[in-house]
């Protein structure tokens, strides 16, 4: 039976806070479209948590809410969604303590409760806890679509930073159930949780693969360029006794047994631009024995791909040495669908990682198409593909090149993402 756990809550947490938000309009990023404010802490609903944001990560789909490339679906909205964050309050129906509570209760009384009243399997959280609030925040699951495992398809679904407000903040609120347990990235000690009124500062650093500021960019960067990975087909192919355990077989298998033994010689993976998303990726799919070919128009993104072991790093428009069994394109540039298509073999499948991109003008038919080759898109992400990117993260140590912003320079690292001032990913402390 699991011991009963005390119930300690009193964390004190400040009245107001400082965020930023998007002004009455989106605009281009260099009008200064954010505003730095005060506000109340929210208050988290029931099935809802309350986090103190440690890390926040900087992510183009931030540039794309701030600039309007995305529609509105929340005015004065407060961006983020690649948080880090440490639980200072729980929601009715959140806590673990009630978990125990039941547990204590016996299977008599279990069985006479209504299932809806049963706790689902995210809500064991507890004050102190770690946890990334990620891109995905809400998905209806009654639809075709969430009772098929494609949640991410869900025309219910909602986001953080853009239905609702975003980690750009000292605080913010997030469902139970959609939010990842970091224990195992950041070494938390079990059993850690408020005193005294007073949360412990920082995590354990012992055992630690991750600081709180390296996670920030794997909670939509890392799993949405998963995803990517997983939409190019490639998985099917890899050997699952090169593949962590932690890792489902099925998920990795794309549910084609044979196919991985089928190829011998080490697969080969394009990725067009290498930023945030893309350096994680490209770490994924070494890891993974694939052979990969970097081709962006950054000098230090190039350096840094060949520093994480690439086999060859190009311009955004040159061709690859080999042709590729699949690309990922990353840069928001429709005109580079032609280029990656011509590089693929026969077969090859090309995957859109972003959620916006430029307008795509003519393909060939001869040399950009045909020969069964494949475009497909990759709308958000599964919890499934969150849970198995962050079980991949936690086996094989990523690195995670980031570049530090105090919170209050939000709107400066936006700009400084949108000119490609740097390699790998910004992140917003607090
Ligand atoms: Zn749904
Ligand atoms: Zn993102």
Redesign the pocket.
């Known amino acids: 039976m699991t011991a009963k756990i005390s119930t300690t809550t009193s964390v004190s947490i400040p009245e107001r806070m400082h965020a930023w938000r998007i002004k009455d309009q989106p605009g281009p990023i260099s009008s200064n479209p954010l505003e730095w404010v005060e506000v109340p802490v929210p208050n988290p609903g029931p099935g809802e948590v309350l986090v103190r944001v440690r890390a926040c990560g900087v992510c183009r789909t931030d540039l794309h809410v701030s600039e309007g490339d995305l529609v509105v679906h929340r005015k004065q909205v407060t961006p983020g969604h690649e948080i880090v964050g440490q639980i200072v309050a729980l929601g009715e129906g959140t806590d673990r303590s009630s978990a125990a509570d039941e547990d204590a209760a016996g299977e008599g009384e279990e069985a006479t409760r209504p299932p809806e009243t049963k706790r689902r399997g995210s809500g064991r959280l507890r004050i102190g806890e770690y946890v990334g609030v990620a891109w995905l925040r809400h ?5 075709d ?2 009772r098929s495992g494609a ?1 991410n398809l ?4 909602q986001y953080t930073g853009w239905d609702a407000n975003g980690g750009y903040a000292e605080y913010a609120v997030a469902p139970a159930d959609y939010v990842y347990p970091l224990d195992d990235l950041l070494g938390a000690e079990e059993g850690r949780e408020a005193t005294n009124g007073e949360m412990l500062d920082a995590h354990s650093e012992q055992g630690a693969l991750y600081s709180v500021e390296s996670v920030a960019p794997l909670l939509c960067a890392g799993i949405i360029g998963y995803r990517a990975l997983k939409r190019t087909g490639l998985l099917r192919f890899v050997d699952d006794r090169a593949v962590s355990e932690s890792v489902t077989k099925g998920a990795l298998s794309d549910g084609n047994e044979s196919a991985a033994t089928a190829i011998s010689r080490p697969l080969t993976l394009g990725l067009y631009g290498f930023g945030g998303s893309a350096h994680l990726t490209a770490q994924v799919a070494l890891g993974l024995g694939m052979r990969v070919h970097v081709l962006t128009r950054g000098e230090d993104a190039r350096k840094l791909a060949l520093e994480l072991g690439c086999a060859s790093a190009g311009g955004a428009y040159d061709m690859p040495p080999e042709k590729l069994d699949a690309a990922i394109i990353f840069a928001p540039v429709g005109d580079m669908i032609p280029v990656a298509m011509r590089a693929l073999r026969p077969g090859g499948v090309l995957s859109l990682a972003g959620i916006h991109m430029s307008d795509v003008h003519t393909l060939n038919y001869e040399n950009e198409l045909f020969h069964e080759k494949e475009i497909r898109t990759v709308e958000s992400n599964t919890r499934q593909d969150g849970r198995e990117f962050l079980a991949f993260a936690a086996r094989h140590h990523l690195d995670v090149d980031t570049h530090p912003y105090p919170l209050s320079q939000g709107q400066k690292a936006l700009q400084d993402l949108k000119e490609g001032a740097f390699a790998g990913a910004a992140v917003l402390l607090p």
């Open positions: 998905t209806c699951g009654e639809c679509f969430c949640e869900c025309q219910k679904s």
